[in-house]
């Protein structure tokens, strides 16, 4: 027994000079030593790589600061583990997330404003077209970094045999639908969730689905709804389900158009069947507006790090913003460039030149728009969305599901 | 054997607690704790979860849930899917274990089978079967249209849905209660069943009267488990719809309405509440099956 004792005792010793020697050896801003910024991710595949290259780039190019970037998962994942984090206060330095849950964070106290870290002219850099979101409350909470826009997706192949020229508007989608169902094919196939083609639609008629008092029964919003609800009730139109995205669908070569985010370029140039031909184009105006979503993930500042973390942070973003980072983050992943200059730059033009289907993205920026930065966005959103899957299964009319959206709002966003 | 005649002191009661410590930290740590937290958690109506600061308390959460349409489907579909998920497991794994204690010579390899879905992980499984029930080049419609069933959109058809993660959970539940099972079969003396071919018991007879009531306490066990496991589905929802609750909510069980709530909306108090909620009702209900089987075998004669 005593040598257990005995052994328990050393063990335990053991332990505590082991967990001390951890402690001291934890990142201090030393005159040798890096100061650590731990950012957490949810890239995987040709992002994950791109973004690898970049931190390793950045941490070449100075002595001060050493990034280590680790994914987590997906972005719903990353989103999952800062909420788990945050209670356990083992949040990294910085991380990937949404600037719509930045009120949810200021609410909890647990991310810090990136102004006092960065130069106003650095942050003034950033396209007018992403500003918007980067602040709450007067403050810069959230840097763009992986930002797209919804375009429209078009089988070159399947418009030739249909006579049918690329859509300008909805109303020319619904037609060419009919038009392709007469001849055993689909109009458009849509993601799983219809939420960002009735943001654009919304927005084009001048009432935000997305603010704190929401006109949702409005004629706008019912109109806006019926375009979508119309072409699936028609059988013109199909979302993903299971699939997730449209884009399995559109690739099964018998659906004209696929509404999606700019972000699935990369993904579809490389999954491409076989002998099928597509193009991209803005996505179609309503109202004679073309307001497309511009959707993503932003970076954010967490407050427990130490100032010197917050300030290498800082030096990493400034670096992500510069135009030649910008434009490599841009051209791998399929991702839009975050400053004017890169996108107005020789650089990016020729390159858009060279890839034509990048274009469309590029094109629509200025007419783009983001959700304003609420409190209570994601119950809010989440509300939307299952009115929408709603919709989809034929369960509910606009007319009705809009109703009861328009009451579970005051709840979520308005009253807040 | 001198420490189990020893009578118990201060000293040795304090080196009992020293074993057992490591369960008890680890238990109450991940266990215990949180179940506390939840239950008091449930009755924050005023609460910053990152902060931990409670403001107002109350029954509120309760009373969102009472009203939430949401969590009236998901307790509809998680009591459809006990109801249904759980007799056809135990009897499925019954008839499959009685089957295998017969031919023993097959019996390792089929074993085998049926106990793989328990060990491969959820999301592949889920994975596999998004597969099968695709509507087009999916194998269960493939062999449903042998018998001129018209294909069925299994995954995107609200009607539908629910069924097919009912099929995956029992599935996947068959591999465990078939071992639990033929467990039980190996513990029944052979004498009884001889004696009751001997006394001319024919095959229906000697399971209803020998095997059925000896296996009795391995059912219990059975259907209780089952029962928990069926409450808590969770990942297979997750898997099988890409992270959704199926189209227009068809799947939304219990334990998706708590994550839907605590990672998607923020809403951790009721999320909490939810998780009470379906912890008094596993509860009550592994009581009374247990009491019930309980007062079964006193009636049989059992002990």
């Known amino acids: 027994m005593k040598r257990f004792f005995r052994l328990c005792l050393s063990l335990g010793a053991l332990l505590l000079i082991g967990t001390l020697s951890a402690c001291a050896s934890q990142p201090s801003s030393t005159a040798h030593q890096r100061t650590t910024v731990t950012f957490w991710h949810g890239t995987s595949g040709a992002s994950q790589q791109t973004l690898n290259q970049m931190i390793k780039d950045f941490n070449n190019s100075q002595s001060t600061y050493k990034v280590v970037g680790s994914s987590q998962g997906d972005f719903a994942n990353v989103q999952q583990k800062i909420t788990a984090a945050a209670k356990s206060h083992t949040l990294p330095t910085m991380a990937q997330t949404t600037y719509t849950n930045v009120p949810n964070y200021v609410r909890g106290g647990f991310v810090t404003p990136i102004d006092p870290y960065l130069s106003k002219q650095t942050l003034g850099k950033i396209d007018p077209s992403f500003q918007s979101a980067t602040r709450y409350q007067g403050k810069t909470y959230a840097l763009p970094f992986s930002k797209s826009i919804r375009v429209l997706y078009y089988n070159r192949d399947l418009l030739k045999k249909t006579n049918t020229k690329v859509p300008q508007t909805w109303s020319d989608v619904a037609k060419a639908g009919n038009r392709a169902k007469a001849q055993g094919l689909t109009g458009m196939a849509f993601d799983q969730s219809l939420s960002s083609e009735l943001d654009s639609l919304a927005q084009a008629t001048g009432t935000p689905l997305y603010q704190h008092h929401p006109k949702l029964t409005s004629p706008e919003i019912t109109g806006a709804t019926h375009v979508l609800y119309d072409m699936l009730q028609a059988k013109t139109a199909t979302t993903a389900g299971t699939d997730g995205f449209g884009n399995v669908t559109f690739f099964k070569g018998k659906t004209l158009f696929y509404s999606g985010s700019s972000a699935a370029l990369s993904i579809m140039q490389a999954s491409t069947p076989k002998g099928l031909h597509w193009g991209t184009a803005p996505q179609p105006s309503y109202q004679g507006k073309h307001r497309p979503a511009i959707a993503g993930n932003d970076l954010v500042l967490f407050r427990s790090a130490s100032k010197a973390q917050r300030k290498g942070a800082a030096a990493f973003m400034q670096f992500l913003l510069a135009k030649k980072q910008t434009l490599k983050w841009a051209k791998a992943t399929g991702y839009l460039p975050l400053t004017t200059t890169a996108l107005k730059s020789q650089n990016y033009q020729e390159y858009l030149k060279q890839h034509p289907l990048a274009k469309a993205a590029a094109q629509s920026l200025p007419d783009g728009f983001l959700d304003p930065t609420l409190v209570g966005y994601t119950q809010y959103q989440a509300d939307v969305n299952q009115m929408l899957d709603q919709l989809s299964s034929g369960q509910t009319t606009p007319e009705k599901g809009l109703a009861k959206l328009q009451q579970q709002a005051k709840t979520d966003v308005s009253n807040q | ?303």
């Not at chain 2, 009531?213 to 808590?232: C, E, Q």
């Open chain 2, 1 to 303: 054997m001198l420490m189990l005649n020893a009578k118990p002191t201060v000293k040795s009661t304090l080196k009992a607690l020293l074993y057992l410590a490591p369960f008890l930290i680890i238990t109450g740590t991940f266990t215990v704790w949180p179940l506390i937290h939840a239950f008091l958690m449930s009755t924050y109506t005023h609460y910053n979860y990152y902060t931990n600061k409670v403001s107002a308390l109350g029954w509120g959460n309760f009373s969102t849930l009472w009203h939430d349409p949401n969590f009236h489907l998901a307790c509809h579909n998680t009591f459809l899917l006990v109801v249904i998920v759980m007799p056809a497991t135990v009897a499925l794994s019954l008839l499959i274990a009685l089957g295998l204690n017969r031919s023993r010579r097959v019996a390792g390899f089929f074993r085998a089978i049926y106990f793989l879905p328990f060990v491969t992980s959820t999301v592949a499984v889920g994975l596999v079967w998004n597969w099968l029930f695709r509507l087009d080049g999916g194998l269960v419609n493939h062999f449903l249209g042998l018998f001129g069933v018209k294909a069925i959109d299994w995954l995107n058809d609200p009607h539908y849905a629910l069924a097919a993660l009912m099929v995956v959970c029992v599935w996947q539940g068959l591999g465990v209660n078939i071992i639990l099972f033929l467990a039980g079969l190996n513990n029944i003396n052979q004498r009884y069943e001889v004696i009751a071919t001997i006394d001319g018991a024919n095959p229906w007879q000697r399971f209803t009267n020998v095997t059925w009531p000896l296996l009795m306490p391995i059912t219990v066990l059975i259907v209780v488990n089952t029962s928990i496991t069926n409450f808590k589905v969770f990942d297979q929802v997750y898997a099988l719809f890409q992270g959704s609750a199926g189209p227009d909510n068809a799947d939304l069980t219990l334990m998706y309405y708590l994550y839907q709530k605590f990672y998607m909306e923020n809403q951790f108090t009721v999320a909490a509440a939810s998780g009470v909620v379906l912890f008094l009702v596993v509860g009550v209900l592994t009581m009374l099956t247990v009491a019930y089987y309980q007062h079964r075998q006193h009636q049989l004669g059992g002990d």
